[in-house]
């Protein structure tokens, strides 16, 4: 088996072949920091990499033995051809430079208690498109909103830094039946807010948020409804 | 009409230091192709004259195999809900993790039962929910941590990965007519028999207040399940 691999060329590999350039590569039994060494792989060595979950990296070297590695003791190898195999660690330079953000929320929506998820794809370190869906639960009425907008991000490096957000979305009513004519209603949003972000640490960070929705009704006037939301966000 | 002005106002700013940011990212390759420009002009005059004879070598593209990130659990559960006056019943759902880190993992959760009967309609064949009424559906947002990792031996020759941890989230119960904003926490056992596979026991208290007995209380709906995942 050895000698087959041995004779498949570098470039039809199925997996990402790395080079060990300092003294020792420590491979742990599973993917975590508590996980006992159970081998050591030498300078020079080659690993292939199988795959990665979270911070680990699960290799297996050239005599087939597997075992998981740690992403920072990674960055001691080198790729094939001598240059040294960079990737993106989930850190301070992470949180302010990512591709996706994902995150959810507890707070209230003009009065009504609000449950929110929101998904962000970044255009610059500054600039996101985000998406979140919400649902509110009052009193009168029980609610969905769906909200589609920019953020703007001022400080992205900061561990706390500030954000505002414009956007619009769709409103979906549905009073409840203990009113007297309980209609359901759908009406189109836009909102404005603030925000600010705080880093926690690895690729988890706290969010919080203001918005105002202005909320364009069938009637004369429309409703301006208040919101803020606070929860957890992580980055990739 | 102030809102309105908010809007405009806030747009403007947003779009000024959004077009700096990117006005910022595009200065900087061109900085960098006048330093490349200047170098060349200067390599040219040192430039030794041009070879006559021209390699015929084709360059290989040698394609650099991606890593495969495996952090998403996708998989399903089945067990028992204790729904506080509607008794015991089977309870099943989907679950979707991501594990953000070796600690921390998100976790959005469906689940569906259906409620029993209370002592009081079992006693007086009075009816107080409708059959539709009576399912409970529910969703949850949880933020997991890994408090216990470690592994299981099933003899000698089989190691398991494994990890005791505690969850918490917000979500929504509908039941009896109403839906309901519910709060979950609870704890759980993974454990990975291959890489890609794990087996879950968790057990989780569904709280959320309601009326439905005539008194508006805490509701504590006790669930225990047991599920598998696969990893993405």
Known sequence: ?236 | MEIRVCILLLSLVALGCSGCSLFHRQAKPDQGAQADAAADAASDANAPPPSVIEPQVERRTVKVPTIRPSNIELGAYYGEISIQDFGAQPVAGVRLDYHISEDFFAEAVYGRAKGGYTSFEQLSDIQLLSDAERRFTYYNLSLGYNLLPGEVFIGRNLAMTSAFYVIGGLGSVRFAGDQNFTVNFGAGFRVLPTDWLALHIDVQDLVFRSDVTGVEELKNNLQATIGATVFF
């Open chain 1, 1 to 236: 088996m050895l000698a087959l691999a041995a004779a498949v060329p570098a470039g039809a590999r199925d997996h990402l072949q790395l080079f060990v350039s300092q003294p020792y590569l420590e491979l742990h039994t599973g993917p975590g920091r508590g996980y006992p060494v159970a081998q050591v792989v030498a300078r020079g060595e080659a690993v292939d990499v199988l795959m990665r979950r979270t911070e680990w990296f699960k290799v297996r070297t050239e005599r087939g033995v597997e075992g998981w590695a740690y992403e920072r003791d990674m960055l001691g190898t080198t790729l094939a051809d001598g240059t040294p195999f960079t990737i993106n660690l989930g850190d301070r330079a992470g949180f302010a430079s990512h591709r996706w953000e994902s995150g959810a929320f507890g707070g209230a929506y003009a009065g009504a208690t609000l449950i929110s998820a929101y998904q962000a794809l970044s255009l610059t370190d500054n600039l996101k498109i985000e998406l979140s869906a919400s649902q509110y639960l009052g009193n009168l009425s029980n609610g969905y909103l769906i909200d589609f907008g920019f953020a703007h991000v001022f400080m992205p490096n900061w561990r706390l830094s500030p954000f505002v957000t414009l956007g619009g979305g769709y409103e979906r009513v549905e009073p409840k039946a203990t009113l007297a004519q309980p209609v359901s209603s759908s009406n189109q949003t836009a909102y404005v807010g603030l925000g600010v972000r705080y880093y926690l640490g690895r690729r988890l960070f706290l969010r919080g948020e203001l918005r105002g929705h202005e909320v364009f009704t069938s009637q004369n006037s429309n409703e301006v409804k208040n919101e803020w939301k606070f929860g957890f966000a992580f980055f990739y």
